[in-house]
């Protein structure tokens, strides 16, 4: 049974900073890409940034460029977004997805105010 657990999320002042986590089970977590996506009230669902299954290669849209990080542990089964400089327009849930499942967490409110 995949699982995808989002956490670390919060209400946080503009330029402040938050690390989520995204623990997973079910699937072998070392074999896939992840991602982190974003979804803002009224907006449509979003990918924020990825990561090859290695580690290696990461993948930023350009809103978040230069100011959020995407890691993963493979022995912990557990991807990261460090989020920095925040901004208002970060408001949103946050999810993690694994390759292009169609399996998603309960999502993680992350809360930016001006």
């Known amino acids: 049974q995949v699982q995808l657990v989002e956490s670390g999320g919060g209400l946080v002042q503009a330029g402040g900073s938050l690390r989520l986590s995204c623990a997973a089970s079910g699937f072998p977590f070392s074999s896939y890409a992840m991602g982190w996506y974003r979804q803002a009230p009224g907006k449509e669902r979003e990918v924020v940034a990825g990561?090859?299954?290695?580690?290696?290669?990461?993948y930023y849209a350009g809103s978040v460029k230069g100011r959020f990080t995407i890691s993963r542990d493979n022995a912990k089964n557990t991807v990261y977004l460090q989020m920095d400089s925040l901004k208002p327009e970060d408001t949103a849930v946050y999810y993690c997805?694994?390759?292009?499942?169609?399996?998603w967490g309960q999502g993680t409110q992350v809360t930016v105010s001006s």
């Open positions: 990561i090859n299954s290695g580690g290696s290669t990461t």
């Open positions: 997805r694994y390759g292009n499942s169609g399996y």
